[in-house]
């Protein structure tokens, strides 16, 4: 096979499988999570038929349980600084590599985390606000 084709079907079997994959990934735990759910209601149907209370539903089978996650501050916190780590150290790297031009696209990393950033603590000054009220 001629080199040319080859290298044309690296990215596109690349794509596709990368997709094929992330797919394949929601998919599964779609289907777990209905077995579970669908284990659950059953459960509860039999405890309701023998009179006794009901088990309560697994958190985080149903819905968004916001007590189980990290706050939405320290999740955009924590991607801000590393959004902004990342594009200071790719933009040193590739300016030592090969020049200012290729190195200003790393500051695209570092304008995305700062927004994170100042996201962060537009969330921090509302969480204080409302947590400061009598």
Same mark, same amino acid.
């Given at each position: 096979?001629?080199?040319?084709? /080859?290298?044309? !079907? /690296?990215?596109? %079997?690349?794509? %596709?499988?990368g997709i094929g994959i992330g797919m394949?990934?929601i998919w599964s735990e779609h289907k777990?999570?209905?077995?579970?759910?669908?284990?659950?209601?059953?459960?509860?149907?039999?405890? /309701?038929?023998?009179?006794?209370?009901?088990?309560?539903?697994?958190?985080?089978?149903?819905? !968004?349980?916001?007590?189980?996650?990290?706050?939405? !501050?320290?999740?955009?916190? *924590?991607?801000?600084?590393?959004?902004?780590? %990342?594009?200071?150290?790719?933009?040193?790297?590739?300016?030592?590599?090969?020049? *200012?031009?290729?190195?200003? !696209?790393?500051?695209?990393?570092?304008? /995305?985390?700062v927004g994170q950033l100042v996201y962060?603590?537009?969330?921090?000054?509302?969480?204080?606000? %409302?947590?400061?009220?009598?």
């Open positions: 096979m001629d080199p040319a084709v /080859i290298g044309v !079907f /690296i990215p596109i %079997v690349a794509i %596709v499988m394949l990934a777990r999570k209905a077995q579970l759910l669908e284990q659950v209601h059953k459960e509860r149907l039999a405890a /309701i038929e023998k009179g006794i209370d009901a088990p309560a539903i697994p958190p985080g089978l149903v819905g !968004f349980q916001p007590s189980d996650q990290v706050s939405t !501050f320290a999740r955009a916190l *924590r991607s801000g600084l590393i959004w902004s780590l %990342v594009g200071v150290v790719l933009y040193f790297a590739l300016d030592n590599a090969g020049g *200012r031009e290729g190195a200003m !696209f790393a500051l695209i990393a570092l304008a /995305i985390g962060a603590g537009l969330l921090w000054n509302k969480e204080r606000s %409302v947590n400061t009220r009598p």
